[in-house]
C-alpha cells in the first residue's frame, strides 16, 4: 500500500493555510463554547424552552410577554403543574450573559437555600448591583459582616416594651386616620389599596425613623409615584439582559430611571438631615435613630439608604397583603361574619387594645391564609457560590439564580391539598404549626423577615378597625384587579370598592 503523503501546514499555500488555520479556530471555539454552556447548564430538572424564531432568545420573550400583561405568576404555576417543582428557565444564545435561572417551589430545596447552605446563597453581586440604585448597601442588598450588624441593630428595635409602647401607639393613631377618611369621605368609590399603603407608609415613617410623611393627609406626592416606579425598574432589570446600557443611555424600561432615582435619594437624604437635627427627641426611638446613636459616624449616604430600605419593607409588603385580604373577604361573606363576631366578642364591641390582639385568632388565620395565595414577595432570589446539588437532585452551576417561588407554593396541591387553590381561613385552625419551608411567606431560617410581628400587628388592628366601622364591596369584576409586576406583590389596577359606614 502507497505511504499516506504528509502534509503540513508549512507546506501549503497562504490561502489553503488560512482557510485550515481559520476552520481549526472555529471548530476550536465552537468546542470551548459548547463546553462552557455545558459547564454553565443546570442538570436534572425540567428546561422551559422558547419556540417558534424568538426561540433564539429562549424563553425569555414568552417571560416578557407574561410580565407586560400582569400574568407572570399565574403562567409560572403553570410551568410547574406542566414540568414540575423545579425548573430551568434556557436563555438560548443570552446564556452567554445571563446567569442561569432556577425556580424552585420544593420545600426541601427551599430549606437548603435558607438555612443548610445558608452561606452559599447570597445576594451578591448581580443583586447588588440591580438593586443598588435603590437599596444601596442597606440590609436587603448586603451580605456577610454588613448584614450581620444591621439584622444586629434593627432586631433592638423590637422589644415586647417598644412594641406595647411606641409602636402600638403609631399603629393605633393611623389606623383611627384611615377610619376617619373612610367617614368623612363617603365618596362612592374608592381605592383601598392605595389608602392602606397610606396607612403602612405612614407608620414606618414614624417607627423606622420618627418622620411625619403625612401621606394620610396629603395622597399626592411625586415621592410616592418614585417610590412604585423605582421598584418596577429593578424587577424588571432581572430579566434584562444588558440593563446597564439601558440605564446609561436612558432607554426602554430604563428611560425615567434617572428621574426616579433622583427623586428617593434627595427624600431620603432631607429625612436623615431632619432626624440628625432631632436624634435627642422620640427619632432616637427608631431603626434608623439607633443605628445612628449605636455607631456615631456613618455615612449619610449609608443612612439615606437605611431609609428606603425600612420604607421598602415596612410599606408595599403589608399593604400589599391587607389589600388582597380584603380582596378575598369581599367575595366571602362568611369570613367576614367571622371575623366581625370574633373581634365583637374580645373587643367588647369596643376600639381594639394591644393586649387583645393576641386573642384574634381567626383573624390572624384570615391574613394568613390571605398571605399563602398571595405572597408579598412571591419570588425570593439568591446566588449560588459554588455548583452544588439541590436536595431534589438538580445540579446548579456556580454564579446561578435560585429562585423560590412563594406564590406558586401557596397553590401546591403537594403542600397544601386538593383545596389548594381555595381561600379557606379553617385550614389554619387548630392545626400544627406550618413549616416555614413549606410557607416561606416571611423567608426563613437566618434572614427571616425581622418586621414580621410588627406586620401582622398592623394588619390584625386595621381588617378588624377596617370592617368593625365599613362593609365593603368590590367596585370592578374580581378578574380586573391583577397583580403588579414588581418585586413585590402589589396591584396593578389599585382596588376599587364601595362601602359603607357602619358606625
Ligand atoms: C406582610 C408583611 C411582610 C412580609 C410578607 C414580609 C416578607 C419578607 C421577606 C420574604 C423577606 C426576605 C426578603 C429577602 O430575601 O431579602 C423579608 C425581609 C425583611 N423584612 Fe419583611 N415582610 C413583611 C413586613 C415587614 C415589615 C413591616 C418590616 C418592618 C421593618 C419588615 C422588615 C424586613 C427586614 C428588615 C428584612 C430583611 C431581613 C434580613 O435580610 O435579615 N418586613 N420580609
Not at 127 to 133: E, K, M, N
Not at 198 to 214: C, H, K, M, N, V
Not at 398 to 403: L, N, Y
Request: hydrophobic residues 40%.
Amino acid at each position: 500500500m502507497p505511504a499516506m503523503p504528509v502534509v503540513s501546514v508549512a507546506h501549503m499555500d497562504k490561502t489553503v493555510q488560512a482557510v485550515v488555520l481559520g476552520t481549526g479556530c472555529l471548530v476550536a471555539s465552537a468546542a470551548a463554547l459548547k463546553y462552557y454552556l455545558n459547564e454553565r447548564t443546570p442538570k436534572g430538572c425540567a428546561k422551559v424552552r422558547g419556540s417558534g424564531w424568538l426561540g433564539v432568545l429562549g424563553a425569555l420573550p414568552e417571560m416578557w410577554k407574561c410580565i407586560l400583561k400582569y400574568e407572570a405568576h399565574s403562567e409560572l404555576v403553570k410551568y410547574h403543574e406542566d414540568f414540575g417543582n423545579t425548573l430551568d428557565f434556557d436563555f438560548g444564545i443570552l446564556q452567554l450573559f445571563l446567569a442561569p435561572m432556577i425556580i424552585t417551589r420544593d420545600p426541601q430545596n427551599v430549606k437548603f437555600m435558607l438555612k443548610t447552605k445558608f452561606e452559599n446563597f447570597e445576594k451578591g453581586e448581580t443583586f447588588h448591583a440591580i438593586g443598588h440604585d435603590v437599596l444601596g448597601d442597606g440590609i436587603f442588598n448586603v451580605d456577610g459582616e454588613s448584614w450581620f450588624k444591621q439584622r444586629k441593630t434593627a432586631s433592638q428595635m423590637f422589644t415586647a416594651n417598644r412594641f406595647k409602647q411606641h409602636i402600638w401607639r403609631v399603629v393605633e393613631k393611623n389606623c383611627n386616620k384611615v377610619i376617619s377618611i373612610l367617614a368623612e369621605k363617603q365618596e362612592p368609590v374608592i381605592d383601598m389599596f392605595n389608602l392602606l399603603n397610606r396607612f403602612t407608609l405612614d407608620s414606618i415613617g414614624e417607627i423606622g425613623f420618627g418622620a411625619d410623611i403625612g401621606s394620610l393627609e396629603n395622597p399626592v406626592s411625586p415621592f410616592l409615584k418614585s417610590f412604585d416606579e423605582a421598584q418596577r425598574i429593578l424587577f424588571k432589570r432581572f430579566v434584562l439582559p444588558g440593563w446597564r446600557a439601558f440605564r446609561l443611555f436612558g432607554l426602554g424600561p430604563e428611560a425615567e430611571t434617572r428621574q426616579h432615582m433622583t427623586a428617593l435619594r434627595s427624600y431620603s437624604r432631607r429625612i436623615v438631615e431632619d432626624l440628625a437635627d432631632a436624634l435627642e427627641k422620640p427619632a432616637g426611638d427608631s431603626f434608623v435613630g439607633l443605628f445612628m446613636k449605636n455607631e456615631p459616624g456613618l455615612h449619610p449616604e449609608f443612612l439615606a439608604d437605611l431609609v428606603l430600605n425600612f420604607l421598602i419593607a415596612g410599606r408595599d409588603t403589608t399593604a400589599q397583603a391587607l389589600s388582597w385580604c380584603l380582596f378575598q373577604v369581599m367575595q366571602h361573606p362568611e369570613v367576614e361574619e367571622r371575623i366581625l363576631e370574633e373581634v365583637d366578642r374580645v373587643s367588647f364591641g369596643k376600639s381594639l387594645t394591644y393586649d387583645q390582639l393576641s386573642q384574634l385568632s381567626y383573624t390572624e388565620a384570615v391574613l394568613r391564609e390571605a398571605l399563602r395565595l398571595y405572597p408579598s414577595v412571591p419570588l425570593d432570589s439568591k446566588f449560588v457560590t459554588e455548583a452544588m446539588t439541590l436536595p431534589d437532585g438538580t445540579w446548579v452551576p456556580r454564579g446561578s439564580m435560585v429562585i423560590y417561588n412563594s406564590y406558586a407554593m401557596g397553590r401546591s396541591k403537594q403542600i397544601w391539598g386538593e383545596d389548594a387553590a381555595e381561600f379557606r381561613p379553617e385550614r389554619w385552625l387548630n392545626a400544627e404549626p406550618k413549616d416555614p419551608y413549606e410557607y416561606p411567606v416571611f423567608h426563613a431560617g437566618p434572614r427571616e423577615c425581622l418586621g414580621k410581628r410588627l406586620a401582622m400587628v398592623e394588619m390584625k388592628t386595621v381588617l378588624a378597625e377596617l370592617l368593625r366601622h365599613a362593609s365593603f364591596r368590590l367596585a370592578v369584576p374580581r378578574d380586573q384587579v391583577l397583580p403588579d409586576t414588581a418585586a413585590t406583590l402589589g396591584m396593578s389596577s389599585g382596588l376599587k370598592c364601595h362601602y359603607e359606614m357602619r358606625l
